[in-house]
């Protein structure tokens, strides 16, 4: 199940008023997470926050964790990177992890991310 929500300030409750037409808010996001070497089943969860800090959504902060709870992994990986949200592919940063990934580093690229996506493919690129 894809669970996505948006909060979006509205222009008279910003200080300073925000322009009209802005695209400023935050988006939360709840996937499920499934594994190429698994078949395809279910092997976490992702958790992102997406705050898009620009008012024409080119610039976005998403942090972020993945809870990995199957396909014989356990732990967390954290996510952080600046994307351009109307982008439909990117790459943030590893900023560390727990269990199987204590003290992970590297680099996550995505592509086919958006809300008319069916299916977003990650590649985590580790370097610990």
Do not use: W
């Amino acid at each position: 199940m894809v669970e996505a929500h948006i909060v979006a300030p509205c222009a008279i409750c910003a200080t300073p008023p925000l322009p009209t037409g802005s695209k400023v808010s935050t988006e939360y996001v709840n996937d499920p997470v499934f594994g190429q070497e698994t078949g395809g089943q279910q092997i976490g969860e992702e958790a992102l926050v997406i705050n898009i800090v620009s008012s024409d959504a080119s610039t976005a902060l998403l942090s972020g964790a993945v809870a990995f709870t199957g396909g014989g992994l356990s732990g967390q990986l954290t996510v952080l990177g600046e994307i351009d949200a109307r982008a439909s592919s990117g790459v943030v940063a590893v900023t560390g992890g727990t269990g199987s990934f204590r003290g992970a580093k590297g680099e996550v690229a995505y592509s086919g991310a958006g809300f008319t996506s069916q299916v977003t493919t990650v590649v985590v690129h580790l370097t610990h």
